[in-house]
């Protein structure tokens, strides 16, 4: 009996010292040019960029960047996970008693808003009227 409350106590302690020493830090920073846009991760909105974020899970990121006077930009970059955060690499990976920091940079370029000039405008708004009336 004491033999297995050692063995309890062993795993226990165990399981306890993996959840308190090791840690992996995970942050994501996103850059653009022009600097303060308005950057938006997964529907949810983050900050102006420059903008350093922690995320938890590798994966697909759909991405929203808009600024005033500047077109905005709709993507998605992947996040792939590092080798030592795969099985059976993760177990030692939280076992080391320093943090480890999982950095990633992301830059995106916002192109500047195109204006429209008088007769592009009255071209589409004939083509439109066309449309229309081809549709009736």
């Not at 350093?52 to 930009?73: A, C, I, M, P, Q």
């Not at 998605?76 to 996970?81: A, D, E, S, T």
């Amino acid at each position: 009996m004491a033999k297995y409350n050692l063995l309890i106590l062993l795993v226990v302690g165990l399981v306890a010292a993996v959840i308190i020493i090791g840690c992996v830090e995970r942050n994501l920073t996103i850059n653009t040019e022009p600097q303060e846009a308005l950057v938006v991760l997964n529907d949810e909105e983050i900050g102006t960029s420059p903008v350093t974020v922690s995320f938890e899970w590798y994966g697909d990121y759909n991405v929203r960047v808009s600024k005033e006077g500047f077109e905005t930009l709709k993507t998605h970059r992947k996040l792939n996970r590092p080798w030592y955060d795969k099985f059976p690499f993760d177990f030692f990976t939280m076992l080391n008693p320093e943090r480890t920091i999982d950095e990633y940079e992301w830059t995106f370029e916002l192109a500047p808003k195109k204006e429209m000039s008088r007769e592009e405008l009255i071209q589409n708004a004939e083509e439109l009227k066309k449309t229309a009336s081809a549709a009736d």
